[in-house]
């Protein structure tokens, strides 16, 4: 094997750990990269991107309304009772409260029947954002493109909040898909959306990325909306912390401070001028971030006395299992 191709061996194990835990899937319309060299490019870009901090797509699941009466609300919250154009996922623009009130009838009566209220959450609302500065048209065709691929099979409604100094988009989705099947987002789900969101936005010329909060080295612990508007009106009985200080964060940020050490370690070993860099880039990211940097430092002190990555020697068809039991073997940063 060459070198080349081991570093890229290496970038496709240990990035996809970093920026695809899970083995998360984004669904896409384009062809998908299958080469080795193919699969470590796309891990390269994803690298550049992050550590050159790029914007950050946002995906929000708000809430989940129980029954007919709350979904009709919230449509006429984000459609400031019609007054905002609202289009729903046959391409439909309307404008108007009596409009607002076709489409919660459609919903209550088409498929399942809806009560006023229900037990179960009938519709979830999903807001759709980028940093300040984006243009709200392209925001609004991405969020469009995202929608059409995430909830092919849903009843949906979206609105764009231009006229506000950080554009989003709500989206409203039937709960029921149109053959039955119930929407119930997870985590992983959430990963996703914004991964696929974040993908519409760059076909469109809008610089995004999707990456985790412990692969940024973000520990920051970002308040529900509840909990804003709770605190805003004095109701928050227990604030919640601002930094992430739980088991599974420290977890993760280890997970992602090692999975960088080695990445970073093998791109210093490499022939390309190009790597190199990309190797330093991202010794500075990481000195400058909230990752696990004992981990890090563990890797640099070993370039230091002389330690180097048998690249040629690491076999990347190994298992997770099989990589780490031959750390010592090939001298990784383990």
């Keep these: 094997m060459s070198p080349s191709a081991a570093i890229d061996g290496v970038l496709v194990e240990w990035g996809d750990r970093l920026f695809y835990p899970g083995n998360r899937i984004v669904k896409s319309r384009s062809p998908r990269l299958r080469s080795l060299q193919g699969r470590a490019d796309v891990i390269r870009r994803r690298i550049e991107a992050t550590v050159r901090r790029a914007p950050q797509a946002m995906v929000k699941v708000t809430g989940g309304r129980r029954g007919m009466n709350a979904i009709a609300a919230h449509l006429r919250y984000i459609s400031k009772n019609g007054r905002l154009p609202i289009e729903d996922d046959r391409g439909m623009v309307e404008k108007g409260a009596d409009a607002v009130r076709d489409i919660a009838r459609q919903w209550q009566f088409g498929g399942s029947y809806i009560g006023g209220v229900s037990h179960r959450r009938e519709a979830f609302n999903v807001m759709l954002s980028m940093p300040r500065g984006t243009d709200p048209l392209i925001l609004q065709e991405a969020a469009r493109e995202f929608a059409k691929i995430e909830f092919a099979d849903h009843r949906f409604v979206m609105v764009l909040h231009g006229h506000q100094a950080n554009p989003h988009m709500h989206v409203s989705v039937k709960a029921e898909s149109k053959d039955g099947k119930r929407l119930n987002p997870r985590k992983e789900d959430l990963h996703r959306w914004r991964e696929t969101f974040a993908e519409r936005l760059r076909e469109l010329g809008i610089d995004a990325e999707a990456t985790r909060q412990a692969t940024r080295g973000v520990v920051r612990n970002y308040p529900d909306l509840w909990r804003k508007r709770a605190g805003e009106e004095g109701r928050e009985r227990v604030p919640r912390l601002e930094r992430k200080t739980g088991a599974a964060a420290t977890e993760s940020r280890k997970s992602a401070g090692h999975a960088w050490a080695v990445i970073a370690q093998a791109l210093r070993e490499s022939p390309d001028l190009h790597d190199q860099r990309l190797g330093l880039s991202i010794e500075r990211f ?22 180097r990555v048998d690249l040629v020697a690491f076999d990347v068809a190994r298992t997770w299992r099989k990589a780490g039991a031959a750390c010592g073997r090939v001298r990784f940063a383990c």
């Design 286 to 307: 990481v000195t400058g971030r909230s990752l696990d940097r004992q981990v890090a430092n563990k890797a640099a002190a070993r370039a230091a006395t002389g330690y």
